[in-house]
Nanobody
């Protein structure tokens, strides 16, 4: 049972990346999925979340309008499309799965996420 995050890389300011979070050993249909990021010296920050059906989404203000979370339950994968990237977006990005019903306007406490991806590095150069 694992989540595999991928798609990170080095891009210039204003560039785009699409992160993927693929599940193996379980199906994502029953899970609320979030993306977190952690920059050096900082705690893990929840930036986006999507309900199990994909109908509801949440974004941290700093990424709203630039990042889009989506899911394809048939492919057992969640995506994070990141556009207009900025140097302050540089971090390791993690996906996480919580077997909780989506709650509007919030990310769950870290302990509520039962599965975590290994992280993928995103570096935005100025």
């Amino acid at each position: 049972v694992q989540l595999q995050a991928s798609g990170g890389g080095l891009v210039q300011t204003g560039g785009s990346l699409r992160l993927s979070c693929a599940a193996s050993g379980f199906t994502l249909d029953d899970y609320t999925i979030a993306w977190f990021r952690q920059a050096p010296g900082w705690g893990r920050e929840g930036i986006s979340q999507i309900s199990s059906s994909g109908s509801n989404t949440y974004y941290l203000d700093s990424v709203k309008g630039r990042f889009t979370i989506s899911r394809d339950n048939a492919k057992n994968t969640v995506y994070l499309q990141m556009n207009s990237l900025r140097p302050e977006d540089t971090a390791v990005y993690y996906c996480a799965a919580a077997r909780r019903q989506y709650v509007f306007g919030t990310i769950f406490p870290l302990d509520d996420y039962v599965y975590w991806g290994q992280g993928t590095q995103v570096t935005v150069s100025s």
